[in-house]
């Protein structure tokens, strides 16, 4: 088991300052993985990143909503391509930095969406995916 990072991620960054093991990345090139990623080898499942996100975007892997129900105005961001996401978000990080994403959209309220299939790009990530790299 491991902690994920899932779509409503929005790079923030403030869960990466708290990691005592430093296994959270900023996805790269952001087209194509556009959040941040928990290498799953590494975390140590101490939870402290999740009260860290603003936007309530980490998850413990087995506990990651199949029916996640919206307030309504949360942007979820997807890889370029995905249908649907075509909405650009534009904000700052934790350390106020700005943000731009283009492939985003905004969740109704009472929308419930499945956030399993945002588990395995976690993993992905580090095993295929330029995260590996990232951690050399
Ligand atoms: S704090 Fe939340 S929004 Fe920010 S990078 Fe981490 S998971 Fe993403
Ligand atoms: S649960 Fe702990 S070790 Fe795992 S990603 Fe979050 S802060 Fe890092």
Redesign the pocket.
């Known amino acids: 088991m491991t902690h994920v ?2 779509r ?9 300052d708290v990691c005592p093991v430093e296994c ?1 990345v ?1 996805g790269k090139p952001v087209d194509q993985w556009p ?2 990623y928990i290498d799953p080898d590494t975390c140590i499942d101490c939870g402290a ?1 999740i009260p ?7 998850f413990v892997e087995d506990e990651t909503p199949a029916e996640f129900t919206a307030q309504g105005g949360e942007y979820v961001s997807m890889p370029a391509g995905t249908p649907g996401f075509d909405t650009v978000y534009d904000g700052e ?2 350390h106020g930095d700005p943000v731009h994403l283009e492939h985003t959209r905004v969740l109704e309220a009472g929308e419930t969406i499945d956030l399993t299939p945002d588990i395995q790009p976690n993993y992905d990530y580090f095993e295929d995916g330029p995260g590996y790299s990232a951690l050399d």
Do not use: K
Not at 8 to 14: A, I, N, P, Q, T
Not at 52 to 58: D, K, N, Q, R, V
């Open positions: 990072i899932t409503l991620c929005l790079r923030d960054s403030g869960c990466v959270i900023p959040w941040y990143c860290e996100c603003p936007f309530e975007a980490i990080n934790h």
